[in-house]
């Protein structure tokens, strides 16, 4: 009988596997895309023939392909690619700077699409003053800008003439429009769902092309794969991005596995079919690395705009006073109905929750579902399960519910000090309680969240969640609630066969064992030998999806 011998074989590596069965191999041999040995060189020498590729490892590190459980798949290459990119830490006078100088730059009436500012900088936004200062610097030009959140934009007096948005327009449901709160002007100020008041605007200029659409897809998984990420959930995935993921993969050019998360009502940023009817025609974007397979609901906003629900106020203000604790965008009753519709069609929940107020009501809702629908194989996601009550973290693993951490910010950050001047210091740094979490036996998943971080690097993430400090070096000195930093080998599991289980693919992928797809990264340090304040540095020296080398560091 004709021996079949591997396509390829990684040898005299020091390969970490995620699988708790065998923690470490030099060697693992592929063939048609899977792992078909792991172990030493002995394992797979039996499998290396005269067209078998040879990948010497020479004694680096290589371990599973790393798992995006969280991130907007579309807007990561819009922004990368067209986009307008400034920091949030810009000062107002920054920003309208950088305005000035796309404005400059642009053609007649063309619009001018950007973004972060960070969340701290709402309160001094929504003044006459600061929307001059962007109408003077927008020359004109039709002007969007998102903040650090993604659900709050800044837009110039051209946006707002075209998104039919004058002085006695209402806000609308679950969002507000920015006034002055001296003289009642606008202050093209947009918080939550007012930004999709100018994002449809935006969309309806033809700004954004299908062509560049499918574009910007392509850029982002050459990006991720780039920081070694082989599968992603993309967390709000209309027609056209599935479309492009379904294209891209006929073509052969999707190198990450795409399990996409369908929003169940038309989100504020994106526009088209939602809900009952996206599901309908879901399985026409089905192939073999995309999976249309769970549902997105928003239940809350963000802390720094006070539109999260908590159980506790927020700080007074002059607009909500002394005892608003924001509201969820579904009642209880809502929610349940739609857990328990897409349990039925087979179809997990990731559930925005970022106050701690939503969290519970999402637990509670899975928690009657479970009542009358019975146990699931089904995963379901607190998205940003960051602020929790003490009382609902032993829950997550009651109810089988997975922690989606997502964005990168379990440390110091922007994003850190808006919370506080919402919510007050004390309250604002018990955020991530992710020993908590793990202690409790739930299960978590690692998610960048891109592109609201405009990096969608997880070495990032996964130094921040061993040291509880900021590894840019930006608040030197200072940790957030130390006390649930997480050890190494339990960070690397959330962002690999933890966050597998968590998509519904821990079968396929997530570590290096015989069957799995051999997705496999080689890094340029052995992460387990070096100061933790170090991990951030680690760079992706080659990228393997299936077996085929798809990205090597220049």
């Known amino acids: 009988m004709q021996k079949t011998f591997a396509d390829a074989v990684f040898r005299n590596g020091r390969i970490y596997t995620s699988n708790r069965r065998q923690p470490w ?41 790393i798992i995006d459980i969280h991130n907007h798949i579309m807007m990561g290459g819009q922004a990368d690619l067209y986009e307008l990119r400034f920091s949030s830490s810009h000062s107002i006078a920054k920003i309208a700077n950088a305005v000035h100088k796309a404005a400059s730059a642009a053609k007649p009436g063309a619009w001018i699409v950007g973004g972060q500012f960070g969340n701290n900088l709402l309160a001094d936004l929504n003044t006459a003053e600061s929307f001059a200062l962007l109408d003077a610097a927008s020359l004109g030009h039709p002007v969007v800008l998102r903040d650090d959140s993604y659900h709050n934009r800044w837009a110039s007096s ?290 960048s969240d891109w592109p609201v971080i405009p990096i969608p690097d997880p070495w990032q993430g996964i130094e921040g969640m061993v040291t509880r400090q900021n590894p840019t070096g930006d608040f030197p000195g200072k940790s957030l609630w130390a006390e649930q930093a997480l050890d190494l080998a339990t960070v690397i599991d959330i962002y690999t066969i933890d966050a597998a289980r968590a998509a519904g693919l821990s079968q396929t992928i997530g570590s290096i064992e015989v069957g799995k797809s051999a997705d496999l990264i080689v890094l340029d340090q052995m992460i387990f030998d070096i100061p933790p304040d170090r991990l951030a540095d680690t760079r992706v020296e080659m990228t393997f999806f299936e077996g085929r080398k798809v990205y090597e560091r220049g």
């Open 25 to 65: 191999a030099t060697s693992a041999a592929v063939r048609a895309g899977r792992f078909v040995a792991v172990g030493e060189e002995h394992d797979i020498a039996p499998f290396i023939g005269e067209r078998t590729a040879i990948i010497d490892l020479s004694g680096r590190m290589a371990m599973a392909g």
């Open 158 to 447: 051209a946006a707002l003439r075209l998104a039919g948005v004058g002085h006695d327009t209402p806000n609308p449901t679950d969002g507000e429009i920015g006034r002055d709160l001296k003289s009642g002007r606008l202050t093209g100020l947009m918080i939550e769902a007012a930004s999709g008041l100018v994002e449809r605007a935006l969309a309806a200029s033809g700004h954004y092309t299908a062509e560049m659409d499918r574009a910007a897809v392509a850029r982002s998984i050459s990006v991720l794969n780039a920081h070694g990420v082989t599968a992603f959930v993309d967390a709000a995935s209309m027609e056209p991005i599935m479309a492009a993921l379904k294209g891209l993969d006929d073509r052969g050019e999707l190198t990450a596995w795409a399990v996409c998360a369908m929003p169940v009502v038309e989100p504020g940023f994106m526009f088209g079919k939602a809900g009952t009817d996206l599901f309908e025609v879901r399985e026409q974007f089905r192939s073999v690395h995309v999976k249309p397979d769970y549902a997105k609901m928003f239940l809350d906003g963000v802390p720094g705009a006070k539109t999260a629900a908590f159980h506790e106020p927020y700080v007074a203000d002059p607009v909500r006073g002394c005892c608003f604790r924001g509201a969820t965008m579904m009642n209880v009753p809502e929610l349940i109905s739609w857990i328990g519709r897409c349990e039925k069609l087979g179809l997990a929940a990731k559930i925005h929750c970022a106050g701690d107020a939503s969290v519970t009501q999402a637990l509670d809702a899975v928690d009657v579902v479970r009542s009358f629908n019975g146990p699931t194989q089904l995963v379901h996601h607190i998205a940003h399960a960051s602020y929790i009550a003490p009382d609902d973290i032993p829950r997550f693993a009651e109810l089988g519910v997975a922690a989606d951490l997502s964005p990168i910010i379990w440390y110091p950050t922007v994003f850190l000090e808006a919370h506080k001047a919402a919510m007050g210091a004390e309250r604002a740094e018990r955020f991530w309680p992710n020993k908590d979490l793990k202690d409790a036996g739930a299960l978590m998943a690692g998610g």
